[in-house]
């Protein structure tokens, strides 16, 4: 299962951003996935990846403290698309932005794994 991440740019604060990130998988032979929980982390340079937010596949959300009320993270299971709305965004909130999932692949086995982190995209914040 692969991941493409997309939605950054360049704002100024107080402005928003909408990141989507869609998950795909081998249809091959009649092949489908379950993405479970999936995340948005984001980090800067010299510093660790940190959690923004994690949606469960029952759609329970969890939040960093410095995002609450500000993010929104959800989820669309028909599209297998996860989205991060961020609003009231500071300068602070800059960083390279990065999504996985945790899966199960119906294939040839079953498989339980999770994504690897992509590119990422990158938002910037002016003040």
């Known amino acids: 299962v692969q991941l493409q991440a997309s939605g950054g740019g360049m704002v100024q604060a107080g402005g928003s951003l909408r990141l989507s990130c869609a998950f795909s998988g081998s249809t091959a032979f009649g092949s489908t996935f379950r993405l479970n929980a999936a995340g948005w982390y984001r980090q800067t340079p010299g510093k660790q990846r940190e959690l923004v937010a994690e949606?469960?596949?029952?759609?329970?959300?969890t939040y960093a403290d410095s995002v609450k009320g500000r993010f929104t993270i959800s989820r669309d299971n028909a599209k297998n698309t996860v989205y991060l709305q961020m609003n009231s965004l500071k300068p602070e909130d800059t960083a390279v932005y990065y999504c996985?999932?945790?899966?199960?692949?119906?294939?040839?086995?079953?498989?339980?794994?999770?994504?690897?982190w992509g590119q990422g995209t990158q938002v910037t914040v002016s003040s």
């Open positions: 996985n999932g945790d899966y199960i692949f119906y294939g040839t086995e079953i498989v339980a794994a999770r994504t690897n």
């Open positions: 949606i469960s596949s029952g759609g329970t959300t």
